[in-house]
């Protein structure tokens, strides 16, 4: 395992107690480097073994001191200074920050008023209104945290696509590599890239499941294993639970359908494939027509209800049977009556699928949100894929809080393989803190370097801005000003709590705006952003002709996809844009693109599947 994960932990860890400690900006520089180092292509292991400190110096962002604690860690497996700081305040700093409104200031007034050390004690002093006591404090705050625990305590326990994403691709190419690994894939959460994870499911074809066992518990990207039989395995990765199952090659299809879940949909699934006198399980699918109460007497009970008590009680018997029992070990504890009937599909999922009269279902679709029936009248949406990507609507530069030039933008643009990209700064206005954001004045500078850096770039650029919209729906730059640029991207970066419906259709009704940034403004596992009625929202514009965001960030994933599929049948557009502000955020795009297609969405309903002109007709036509 790379380790520069390890150590960009560390080193936030580092920042919040210099912020506590109120020391000047280093925790800024201290933020800035973990960053880097969580981004940088090679590992600060290697690094460090071929040039020591001053290969890790090289980081961006790395300065001396920081490169000499990443060393240190390295090499001692601890940094002096983070020791001393934990013992001066063995705070659990990750859990108390995780609380909205909490930051490392509160949590250091916190410990040094009231001993606050952990999410419970956070908890029990909001409870008992200490928190209001103390000198900088007051009731609102204190609602406000005690409001804020659970949703931290929740989202605490589920990782991010983003991250849990590369760690199962790692298990799969290690897992590739087997010889006693016939076939491997994801299955679960992950393979229906819903937006956080539980766990991370693995799945795998293999005649000799001990062996394929064996060979992951080997894994070197494993920090522990948790278990391991002859079957399955889960093992520890940063912080990551990866559950592998291990399944013959003839019953991979079934084994891939069930644990791809959603357990909402197998459950829909397998109801209509009770209708047919059908059984589907991990091991196949089964023609259980033949089988009545005079069969076979080792019979399980739900096959025997199936047949002579009719379709409706078989569906009841199957809700108990898949609320109390866990998949079962199939290798090694084979349960020969859940292989009763003939056995018409399962070693192919397609042949699962069509086993039961439907077509194929896409796993971000699985989530029981009526795919079951329109896939069994064969109109399941085409689906939009990465490649139909053509552009990036929504990109940061140096000029505001980006790492890249305006020129370096366009090239990293080209270079991913965009026809197209949009340069849209921050513009100043709520929300926009630190002077991040660009003032009329400024934008207009910069609109005359976009547009010198368009007339010999590999791309095409559209000039543009990411306004904010304020509390009352306003857009915060000047109409002139906006007016004069191609694609304006308006999004709510303040007072994002509430409800946010009004907010967001006066800003899609102003007659500049072309796009709407991450709608509700949610941070996944920090905050949840606007409530918002998304049928009005999207009808507006649909109406009047503003795209809606999917942001690509890991982080943000904002339209989320239930509200991408009511946006989609309102007649809306929607724009999958990464908000760049690296020259690697391009990469995020697929994250974007697995959203939209949970929110059902085909080419035609996504404005950057457009070629250059079809996109600059739909910013013109406003
Ligand atoms: P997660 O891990 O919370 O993000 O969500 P999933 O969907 O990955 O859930 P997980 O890991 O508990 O199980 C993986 C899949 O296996 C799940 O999507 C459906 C299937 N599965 C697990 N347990 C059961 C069960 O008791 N009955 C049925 N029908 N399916 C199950
Ligand atoms: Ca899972
Ligand atoms: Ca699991
Ligand atoms: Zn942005």
Same mark, same amino acid.
């Not at 209001?132 to 625990?149: D, H, L, P, Y």
């Not at 693995?202 to 002859?230: H, K, M, P, Q």
């Not at 096959?303 to 409706?312: A, E, I, T």
């Given at each position: 395992?790379?380790?520069?994960?390890? #150590?960009?932990?560390?080193?936030?860890?580092?920042?919040?107690?210099? !912020?506590?400690r109120d020391v000047d900006y280093k925790h800024?520089?201290?933020?800035?480097?973990?960053?880097?180092?969580?981004?940088?292509?090679?590992?600060?292991?290697?690094?460090?073994?071929?040039?020591?400190? *001053?290969?890790?110096?090289?980081?961006?962002?790395?300065?001396?001191?920081?490169?000499?604690?990443?060393? @240190?860690?390295?090499?001692?497996?601890?940094?002096?200074?983070?020791? @001393?700081?934990?013992?001066?305040?063995?705070?659990?700093?990750?859990?108390?920050?995780?609380?909205?409104?909490?930051?490392?200031?509160?949590?250091?007034?916190?410990?040094?008023?009231?001993?606050? !050390?952990?999410?419970?004690?956070?908890?029990?002093?909001?409870?008992?209104?200490?928190?209001?006591?103390?000198?900088?404090?007051?009731?609102?705050?204190?609602?406000?945290?005690?409001?804020?625990?659970?949703?931290? =305590?929740?989202?605490?326990?589920?990782?991010?696509?983003?991250?849990?994403?590369?760690?199962?691709?790692?298990?799969?190419?290690?897992?590739?590599?087997?010889?006693?690994?016939? =076939?491997?894939?994801?299955?679960?959460?992950?393979?229906?890239?819903?937006?956080?994870?539980?766990?991370?499911?693995?799945?795998?074809?293999?005649? *000799?499941?001990?062996?394929?066992?064996?060979?992951?518990?080997?894994?070197?990207?494993?920090?522990?294993?948790?278990?391991?039989?002859?079957?399955?395995?889960?093992?520890? #990765?940063?912080?990551?639970?990866?559950?592998?199952?291990?399944?013959?090659?003839?019953?991979?299809g079934a084994a891939i359908q069930y644990f791809?879940?959603?357990?909402?949909?197998?459950?829909?699934?397998?109801? =209509?494939?009770?209708?047919?006198?059908?059984?589907?399980?991990?091991?196949?699918?089964?023609?259980?027509?033949?089988l009545d109460s005079d069969g076979p007497s080792?019979?399980? *009970?739900?096959?025997?209800?199936?047949?002579?008590?009719?379709?409706?009680?078989?569906?009841?018997?199957?809700?108990?049977?898949?609320?109390?029992?866990?998949?079962?070990?199939?290798?090694?504890?084979?349960?020969?009556?859940?292989?009763?009937?003939?056995?018409?599909?399962?070693?192919?999922?397609?042949?699962?699928?069509?086993?039961?009269?439907? @077509?194929?279902?896409?796993? @971000?679709?699985?989530?029981? =949100?009526?795919?079951?029936?329109?896939?069994?009248?064969?109109?399941?949406?085409?689906?939009?894929?990465?490649?139909?990507?053509?552009?990036?609507?929504?990109?940061?530069?140096?000029?505001?809080?980006?790492?890249?030039?305006?020129?370096?933008?366009?090239?990293?643009?080209?270079?991913?393989?965009?026809?197209?990209?949009?340069?849209?700064?921050?513009?100043?206005?709520?929300?926009? #803190?630190?002077?991040?954001?660009?003032?009329?004045?400024?934008?207009?500078?910069?609109?005359?370097?976009?547009?010198?850096?368009?007339?010999?770039?590999?791309?095409?650029?559209?000039?543009?801005?990411?306004?904010?919209?304020?509390?009352?729906?306003?857009?915060?730059?000047?109409?002139?000003?906006?007016?004069?640029?191609?694609?304006?991207?308006?999004?709510?970066?303040?007072?994002?709590?509430?409800?946010?419906?009004?907010?967001?259709?006066?800003?899609?009704?102003?007659?500049?705006?072309?796009?709407?940034?991450?709608?509700?403004?949610? $941070?996944?596992?920090?905050?949840?952003?606007?409530?918002?009625?998304?049928?009005?929202?999207?009808?507006?514009?649909?109406?009047?002709?503003?795209?809606?965001?999917?942001?690509?960030?890991?982080?943000? $994933?904002?339209?989320?996809?239930?509200?991408?599929?009511?946006?989609?049948?309102?007649?809306?557009?929607?724009?999958? %844009?990464? %908000?760049?502000?690296?020259?690697?955020?391009?990469?995020?795009?697929?994250?974007?693109?697995?959203?939209?297609?949970?929110?059902?969405?085909?080419? *035609?309903?996504?404005?950057?599947?457009?070629?250059?002109?079809?996109?600059?007709?739909?910013?013109?036509?406003?």
């Open positions: 395992m790379s380790r520069n994960d390890e #150590v960009a932990t560390l080193l936030e860890e580092m920042a919040d107690h210099l !912020e506590a800024k520089s201290y933020r800035r480097a973990a960053d880097s180092i969580r981004a940088h292509a090679v590992a600060v292991e290697t690094l460090h073994a071929e040039g020591g400190e *001053d290969a890790l110096a090289e980081i961006d962002d790395v300065g001396d001191a920081i490169a000499a604690k990443t060393a @240190e860690y390295l090499e001692e497996g601890v940094i002096g200074e983070l020791e @001393e700081f934990r013992a001066e305040m063995p705070v659990e700093m990750d859990a108390l920050t995780a609380v909205e409104g909490v930051g490392p200031k509160t949590v250091a007034s916190l410990y040094e008023a009231l001993g606050v !050390e952990t999410l419970d004690d956070l908890e029990a002093a909001a409870e008992a209104g200490e928190i209001r006591e103390v000198s900088g404090f007051g009731a609102k705050t204190e609602e406000n945290i005690a409001e804020n625990i659970p949703f931290a =305590r929740e989202s605490r326990k589920r990782s991010l696509l983003g991250e849990a994403r590369p760690v199962a691709e790692r298990a799969l190419s290690f897992l590739d590599a087997r010889p006693a690994v016939e =076939r491997v894939d994801v299955a679960g959460s992950l393979r229906r890239w819903r937006p956080t994870i539980g766990d991370v499911d693995v799945l795998a074809a293999g005649d *000799d499941g001990r062996a394929v066992v064996d060979a992951f518990a080997e894994w070197d990207a494993a920090d522990d294993v948790i278990e391991a039989g002859t079957s399955k395995a889960s093992v520890r #990765v940063d912080g990551l639970r990866v559950d592998l199952q291990v399944v013959v090659p003839a019953e991979f791809t879940g959603s357990k909402a949909h197998n459950l829909e699934f397998r109801n =209509r494939a009770i209708d047919r006198e059908l059984k589907v399980n991990e091991y196949g699918v089964f023609d259980v027509s033949e080792d019979e399980s *009970d739900d096959v025997s209800d199936l047949s002579s008590d009719g379709p409706s009680d078989g569906q009841s018997d199957d809700v108990s049977e898949l609320d109390s029992d866990g998949p079962s070990d199939g290798a090694d504890d084979p349960d020969e009556s859940q292989r009763a009937g003939e056995r018409v599909a399962g070693e192919t999922e397609a042949g699962v699928y069509e086993a039961v009269g439907t @077509e194929w279902v896409p796993p @971000e679709l699985r989530e029981n =949100r009526g795919e079951v029936a329109a896939a069994a009248d064969g109109e399941l949406p085409d689906l939009l894929e990465v490649d139909d990507i053509r552009g990036d609507l929504h990109c940061h530069t140096a000029w505001s809080d980006g790492e890249p030039t305006i020129a370096g933008l366009v090239e990293a643009a080209a270079d991913f393989g965009h026809d197209y990209v949009a340069v849209t700064d921050h513009a100043t206005g709520p929300g926009m #803190v630190g002077g991040v954001g660009l003032d009329d004045e400024t934008l207009r500078e910069q609109l005359a370097e976009v547009r010198a850096v368009a007339a010999d770039a590999d791309a095409e650029v559209f000039a543009g801005v990411e306004a904010n919209i304020g509390a009352d729906g306003s857009v915060s730059v000047a109409d002139d000003v906006l007016s004069e640029l191609d694609c304006v991207v308006a999004s709510p970066h303040s007072s994002l709590d509430g409800d946010g419906t009004d907010r967001l259709v006066a800003a899609i009704e102003h007659p500049e705006v072309d796009v709407v940034g991450h709608p509700t403004g949610r $941070l996944l596992n920090q905050r949840p952003g606007h409530d918002i009625d998304i049928e009005t929202v999207a009808e507006a514009a649909a109406a009047e002709g503003v795209a809606l965001e999917i942001n690509a960030n890991p982080n943000r $994933l904002d339209l989320r996809s239930s509200y991408v599929k009511v946006a989609v049948e309102a007649g809306a557009t929607i724009a999958v %844009d990464t %908000d760049a502000h690296r020259p690697g955020s391009f990469e995020y795009v697929r994250y974007g693109v697995h959203t939209a297609r949970r929110g059902w969405c085909e080419p *035609d309903d996504v404005l950057n599947c457009r070629d250059a002109d079809g996109v600059r007709a739909f910013l013109e036509g406003r």
